[in-house]
């Protein structure tokens, strides 16, 4: 009896264990996190520090269209999040390069750094000069729309079209009353960051109240790089760039870009930076996407604009053959220069 006793207690005590044992828990540039395509390191100086910028550089699986496709992330997202994209484009003839930030995913996440949208496109502009890359199509999702915007103003003549995936940047949050956060504050939130957290925050506001069993490995992801080895690393570099995305709106700008855009919008998104501490009645006015969408499109001269009714923040992952079918009927059509 003694003997069945200890073994019944081993057994209730060994799930929980291995369970923590199992918990996800990535290095601070995502070591040990699966890419789904071979990942590659640009190194370079900047603002006198030595670093590193992960990507992908995928081929076109089927006929070469000669055409490149550079994919920008959002801030919880990383160019993983974008492999059924690259599949789609590849498959379709494009080249795809798909970058991870500075601060984000595989890439540095330096002590110090002075996080502009245009120190972020400086270095993928250099990156692109360094693979090879003279004009591309610059495809940007949430955070990444932000700095697709600034990149096609900067480097108009490099940016053969604009694609944005639910840009966040659609509205100015601070000007429409949201409080401001300071960098520190931003990193209390940040270094209190858990799976559950993520998940929920994401299904409530990425996707309407849905979720599909796929979004657990990038729940997955993002946790644990954040609870990893490098967890006040990536948080200190978190709160960076949060504040470069609050203080830094482009949608002053959509008026002055040059080259033909593609708005595609999942209308049920809700998502807006700083709306949890918002004022109720300044909350209720953020994130509408079925009218941000639009106000955006009449903002860039000659842009087309895709809505995809009840979808969320990434229409890419919600419904993916939906998306590239979309995105690909407009980048294989000819379309009017603005």
């Known amino acids: 009896m003694p003997r069945l006793t200890t073994l019944l207690l081993a057994s209730l005590f060994a799930t929980p264990l291995l369970a923590a044992e199992t918990k996800p828990s990535y290095g601070p540039e995502l070591q040990g996190f699966e890419y789904p395509y071979t990942l590659q390191h640009y190194a370079f100086e900047s603002q006198g520090k030595r670093l590193q910028m992960g ?98 103003l900067m480097f108009p003549e490099d940016t053969e079209r604009l694609a944005m995936v639910n840009p966040i940047g659609l509205e100015d949050w601070k000007a429409k009353g949201v409080p401001y956060r300071t960098v520190d504050q931003w990193l209390e939130r940040e270094t209190k960051v858990t799976a559950e957290g993520i998940r929920k925050y994401e299904q409530s506001t990425y996707y309407a109240g849905r979720w599909k069993p796929e979004f657990d490995r990038w729940v997955d992801m993002l946790a644990g790089l954040n609870n990893g080895p490098g967890h006040n690393l990536v948080a200190w570099n978190s709160a960076l760039i949060y504040d470069m995305i609050f203080t830094q709106p482009v949608v002053y700008e959509f008026k002055e870009l040059k080259v033909p855009t593609l708005l595609l919008i999942g209308d049920a998104d809700t998502t807006a930076i700083g709306s949890d501490i918002a004022a109720p009645e300044v909350k209720a006015k953020l994130g509408q996407y079925s009218v941000l969408g639009k106000q955006a499109s009449q903002m860039i001269p000659g842009s087309t604009l895709v809505e995809f009714a009840g979808l969320g923040h990434a229409p890419q992952m919600e419904e993916p053959a939906r998306f590239h079918k979309a995105l690909l009927d407009w980048l294989n059509n000819p379309i009017k220069t603005p």
């Not at 330096?110 to 496109?121: D, H, K, M, R």
């Not at 270095?123 to 990149?151: P, Q, W």
């Open 55 to 152: 990507y992908m550089d995928v081929a076109a699986n089927g006929k070469p269209n000669g055409r490149t496709v550079v994919l920008m992330h959002g801030k919880n997202f990383c160019g993983a999040t974008w492999e059924t994209s690259i599949k789609a484009l590849s498959d379709a003839g494009f080249r795809v390069v798909a970058p991870d930030q500075i601060g984000f995913c595989t890439s540095s996440k330096p002590e110090n750094y002075q996080y502009t949208f245009q120190q972020l496109a400086t270095n993928t502009h250099e990156l692109l000069t360094k693979i090879g890359v003279k004009e591309a199509v610059i495809l940007g999702h949430s955070t990444g729309g932000m700095l697709a915007t600034r990149y096609a």
